[in-house]
């Protein structure tokens, strides 16, 4: 059994940044690829960015330019650097990591941006 945790989140204001970790319990070679989702209240889950064993990184159009997904292989641990935060930035975020045949979730870390 894989386990994900995230951490890292809390109350930032608009224009802060704020840096989410997820820690794999197992080694993250394992996966084909890492990926940071989130959900806003009554709004379905959507990516916002994924990084593959090989450091290739996909955002959602709606964070380019503010957010990094970064990875340490030693650690076996994600990062998500978020920069320039909006209020619509707004949601829990989850990590997951993706086998061929299976995805394994984190519980979530909230994260709001609020003044």
């Known amino acids: 059994q894989v386990q994900l945790v995230e951490s890292g989140g809390g109350l930032v204001q608009p224009g802060g940044s704020v840096r989410l970790s997820c820690a794999a319990s197992?080694?993250?070679?394992?996966?084909?690829?890492m990926g940071w989702y989130r959900q806003a209240p009554g709004k379905q889950r959507e990516l916002v960015a994924t990084?593959?064993?090989?450091?290739?990184?996909v955002y959602a159009d709606s964070v380019k330019g503010r957010f990094t997904t970064s990875r340490d292989n030693a650690k076996n641990t994600v990062y998500l650097q978020m920069n320039m935060l909006k209020s619509e930035d707004t949601a829990v975020y989850y990590c997951?990591?993706?086998?061929?045949?299976?995805?394994?979730w984190g519980q979530g870390t909230q994260v709001t941006v609020s003044s």
């Open positions: 997951k990591a993706s086998t061929r045949s299976i995805e394994y």
């Open positions: 197992r080694n993250m070679f394992s996966f084909n690829a």
């Open positions: 990084i593959t064993q090989g450091g290739s990184t």
